[in-house]
C-alpha cells in the first residue's frame, strides 16, 4: 500500500484528503506544519508528500528543501493560494510533480496523486 503524507496546517483540508485518499487505498500520515512532516519523513518516509506552502513555523517550500538536502527526493505535489512560487526548475529539483491552486477539483488531486506514486 502507498503511503501519502499530507502536510496542510489546515485541519478541515487535512482531513477531506485524508478521507479522499484512503477512499482510494493510499495509507495517510498527517503533519500541521513543515517542521512535523520533516519529522515524519525522516522517521517513515512516504511515497508521496502533498504540503501547503504557507504554514506557521515551517512552510511547505522549506520542509522540501530540508528534505532535499539530505534525503533523496520524494514525489511532493504543492497546494497554495501564494502566487509568488519559485520557477519550474527549482520545483522540480525539490521534487514537486504538480502544484494545485486554490481551490482545486479534489478529482485532480487524487489523480495526481496516483501518477505521482506509479513513477515513484
Known sequence: MKRILI???????RRMFRALLENE???VREAE???EGLASV?????DCIITDTMMPRMDGLAMLRHL?????PIPAIM???AFNLPDDRQLKELGVVKVFGKPFAFDRLVEAVRLAV???
Open 118 to 120: 506509479r513513477e515513484s
Open 79 to 81: 497546494v497554495s493560494a
Open 7 to 13: 502536510v496542510e496546517d489546515d485541519a478541515h483540508l
Open 42 to 46: 525522516l522517521s517513515e518516509a512516504p
Open 68 to 72: 532535499a538536502a539530505a534525503h533523496p
Open 25 to 27: 487505498g493510499f495509507e
Open 33 to 35: 506544519d513543515g517542521s
